[in-house]
Every structure is written in structure tokens, then in C-alpha cells.
């Protein structure tokens, strides 16, 4: 069984740049959430998407954006980046949603320069 | 603020004693509570998780809930150099199946043979 497949791995952008990281849950899973992780702050929540709508949002501002496919599939968008942003974005995927856990996937290392 | 609590560590257990993390949360309400393994360099893996109070035991490894007093707790016996790690609690708040899952920010564990 697949599990959460996320790309790129790595990416290497410019401030002011937008990026859009991609993430294909575990087949079957309908819940998606995408988590930043830096060594500061540790893992903070972004958003969660179930069918298609976003059901919760963390605290961060309107440049961090994300979207769900009909297969489930997720992307999230970064705009206008800052040297801030730099994170590993690691997306998670649930049967039904938070109650239940998560399966993370590998990442995507985003550096800012 | 809703957060979750962890001691970073490191905490250093030589092989074969018992390792003692612990967690407490502060969202009362808190229904679903999870520990995740995360090796340097890779993403977090889900090894526990418990909803009601008291322990549960899954090979060599113990979580335990007390709601009442808002903390939760994993017992690693015979501790392996295999299980240095940072270890994160995760703590799903106030939401039922759609609830953020919030995390704390880790303890390190350091197993030496």
C-alpha cells in the first residue's frame, strides 16, 4: 500500500517567488493536513482539507493558501515568499480526519534565498 | 492559546532501562492523543495513540492518560540505541474528528549502549 507521496523533495526558490508543493494521500484517505515544521517552532498546523473543503486553518497569514482535489490529492501555495519560510512543509493524511491520526509524508524541504 | 507541553530534553537512559516522556495539554476538552517518532532527517511516525484514561501497552512501549490532571505520558522498557529519537506528543483539541492537531515540540531521546 502507497503511502503519502509528496514533491518535490527539495526546492530552492527566490524572495517574492511563489511555490506550490504537492501531496497524494494514502488511497482511501479523505482528510489532509499540511503541517510546517522548522527547528524553532516545531510543527504547526497550516490547514485541513476533507473532501475537497478546508475544514480548519492555523495561524498564518493569507500568502499560505491550499486546495483538495476530488481525488484527494493536495497541493498548497505559497505566495510572495519570505527567507522566513523556510521550513520543511510536511503534509499528513487520515481515514476521516484528526481523532483518528496521522501518516506523514516524506516532505518538502523549501530553503528561501 | 491551546498548546501542548513537552520537556525538550535531552533525555539520555542508558540500554535496557525505561525511558519516561511526558506531555500535558491545555485544552480540557481534549479528546484524542497520539505520540509520533521522528528520526533525524525524517518525517514523524505514528506509535501511539490512546483516548481514554489509564495505560495502554503496546510491545515495549506504554501510554498513559489522565485527563484529569491534563498530561500524558510514554514509558519506552528496555530502551534500544534504535530508539534515539525526538519524540512528539500530539494532542487532537476540542474538535471531534475535525479538530487541530496540535503538537508539542519534542524531547530528544538518547539511548547509549
Known amino acids: 500500500k502507497a503511502g503519502v507521496t509528496q514533491t518535490p523533495r527539495y526546492l530552492i526558490k527566490t524572495r517574492g517567488q511563489q511555490v506550490t508543493l504537492s501531496c497524494s494521500p494514502i488511497?482511501?484517505?479523505?482528510?489532509v493536513s499540511w503541517y510546517q515544521q522548522t527547528p524553532g517552532q516545531g510543527l504547526q498546523f497550516l490547514f485541513e482539507y476533507f473532501s475537497e473543503t478546508q475544514r480548519n486553518k492555523g495561524n498564518f497569514p493569507g500568502r499560505f493558501s491550499g486546495r483538495q482535489f476530488s481525488n484527494s490529492r493536495s497541493e498548497m501555495n505559497v505566495s510572495t515568499l519570505e527567507l522566513g519560510d523556510s521550513a520543511l512543509y510536511l503534509c499528513?493524511?487520515?481515514?476521516?480526519?484528526?481523532?483518528?491520526?496521522?501518516?506523514f509524508g516524506s516532505g518538502t524541504r523549501l530553503t528561501v534565498v | 492559546q491551546k498548546e501542548v507541553e513537552q520537556n525538550s530534553g535531552p533525555l539520555s537512559v542508558p540500554e535496557g532501562a525505561i525511558a519516561s516522556l511526558n506531555c500535558t495539554y491545555s485544552d480540557r476538552g481534549s479528546q484524542s492523543f497520539f505520540w509520533y517518532r521522528q528520526y533525524s532527517g525524517k518525517s514523524p511516525e505514528l506509535i501511539m495513540s490512546i483516548y481514554s484514561n489509564g495505560d495502554k501497552e503496546d510491545g515495549r512501549f506504554t501510554a498513559q492518560l489522565n485527563k484529569a490532571s491534563q498530561y500524558v505520558s510514554l514509558l519506552i522498557r528496555d530502551s534500544q540505541p534504535s530508539d534515539s529519537a525526538t519524540y512528539l506528543c500530539?494532542?487532537?483539541?476540542?474538535?471531534?474528528?475535525?479538530?487541530?492537531?496540535?503538537f508539542g515540540k519534542g524531547t530528544k531521546l538518547s539511548v547509549k549502549p
Open positions: 488511497s482511501g484517505h479523505r482528510s
Open positions: 500530539a494532542v487532537n483539541m476540542s474538535g471531534g474528528s475535525q479538530g487541530n492537531l496540535i
Open positions: 499528513a493524511s487520515s481515514l476521516a480526519g484528526t481523532a483518528y491520526g496521522y501518516t
